[in-house]
């Protein structure tokens, strides 16, 4: 069984003053949640007093992007072992908005992949189409080429390290979340492809979250899809009252 991961993405937004007060009263709200896990996911600066502000809790602390190598002269960036030795515990790679604003290429996702898995830093992979790409029907083809090259020379050892979200960019910050229906067309495509690369059992053991839109009025029929195994909330996950409704999805 597969336990849900329910992940905030907070992007770029709040003062280390609300960042450390949000996470205080999150892990009030959640202290009694024990069957999902709770991740969030502020901006690197924050990771110290966010996992400060978490000792006694058991939501997690991720960042939101590492660079590939482990150290040295890359003006302005972060390794997954620095990212590890603060604390936190899993890292997004390839996050559309990265792929957009940031030149991330399928190529670089790998590369960060495979740094967080040296650092026992838990990637959470992003893909998903645009709504171009979907319009001409190309929805499976972008969302099987990124999952290919993204996960190149991953062993099957390491599927189950794996978590993948998939993020219909058409979907993020507008309001039009896909319909349980359509998130899980893809859901399913995605495990019938790491099925293909990693073979049945480790496939099985793979988390794959939605991405877009998600509020508390979808999150219940979302998770109520067969391979639909969590959510990572953007804008949503920045009130802590609508994250609580989200980690605690029906279901
Ligand atoms: P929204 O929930 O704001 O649409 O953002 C989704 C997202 O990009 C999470 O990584």
């Known amino acids: 069984m597969r336990k849900a991961l329910i992940a905030g993405n907070w992007k770029m937004f709040k003062t280390e003053e609300e960042a450390v007060l949000f996470t205080e ?3 009030r709200r959640v202290a009694d949640v024990q069957d999902r896990e709770i991740l969030i996911c502020p901006p690197s600066l ?6 400060h502000a978490l000792v006694d809790s058991s939501v997690m602390v991720g960042v939101q992007n590492i660079f590939w190598e482990d150290q040295g002269a890359f003006t302005g960036e972060i390794s997954a072992p620095m990212a590890r030795s603060t604390g936190a515990r899993f890292a997004v790679i390839g996050h559309s908005e990265r792929r957009q604003y940031f030149a991330e290429t399928d190529d670089t996702v790998n590369k960060r992949l495979m740094a967080c898995l ?5 990637p959470i992979v992003c893909v998903g189409e645009s709504l171009e790409e979907r319009e001409a029907g190309r929805t499976l083809d972008v969302v099987g080429s990124q999952l290919g090259k993204g996960l190149k020379g991953v062993s099957a050892k390491d599927a189950p ?4 979200a998939y993020e219909p960019v058409w979907a993020i910050g507008t309001g039009k979340t896909a319909t349980p229906q359509l998130a ?3 859901h399913a495509f995605i495990r019938s492809v790491l099925k293909g ?3 049945e059992k480790p496939a099985l053991a793979i988390r794959i979250l939605y991405g877009g839109s998600v509020k508390p009025d979808n999150i219940d029929d979302l998770m109520a899809q067969a391979d639909i195994d969590g959510a ?3 804008g949503a996950s920045l009130d802590a009252a609508s994250f609580e ?3 605690r999805y029906k279901g």
């Open 245 to 247: 409704r989200i980690i």
């Open 161 to 164: 390290h794996l978590v993948i």
């Open 118 to 122: 040296k650092a026992s830093l838990t």
């Open 184 to 186: 899980q067309e893809v």
């Open 46 to 51: 924050y990771i110290y007093p966010v996992v």
């Open 25 to 27: 009263e999150l892990a």
């Open 197 to 199: 690369i990693f073979g």
């Open 232 to 234: 990572l909330v953007g």
